[in-house]
């Protein structure tokens, strides 16, 4: 009887103590963006995509992403941020970091993911919000052209905010397409509880 009694006890306490660290983590990878939009909550998987996490964390703990902009944003595909000022010079960054994209998560509507160039490993602060289920940008193999691009996130609340920017007229802007013509700011990033 006494081992019984025990044997709940510890168990009760592994799973109030694995509560605990749950909801620690929770709190501490949720970034609230606030756009000239609207406030968008993202809820961060550092589980799953430790770097890519760690990573954007970075960047909104130094204030990096403060007075930028959406630069690219494809209605019915994504918007994509994280690289320019309000003046639409390019930011100084970071090292690239290791691709994710082979980490079971899918570029499904609302989920954030690494922008990069056509080499796999090399997203640096750069990121975008997918507008639909993008199943081509998913990793599929270990090859240049099946890397895919690394999901990190997801938007939890907000997402009017995302598909608002989708409305925004759009242009050229010094080589670049799909810009929108009104400036969409990322007036501040900041974890939150």
Sequence with gaps: MRNLIFSL??????TFSFATENKMSDTASKVKLTTSLGEIIIQLN???APISSANFLTYVNEGFYNSTI????????????GGFDTDFNQKSVHDPIKNEADNGLTNKRGTLAMARTNVPDSATAQFFINYKD???LNHTSPTTSGWGYAVFGEVIEGMDIVDAMAKQPTGSHGGHQDVPKTNIVVEKAEVIK
């Design 134 to 136: 993008n199943a081509s």
């Design 70 to 81: 959406f630069h690219r944003v494809i209605p019915g595909f994504m918007a994509q941020g």
């Design 9 to 14: 006890m510890l168990l009760l306490t592994t």
């Design 46 to 48: 550092p589980e799953k």
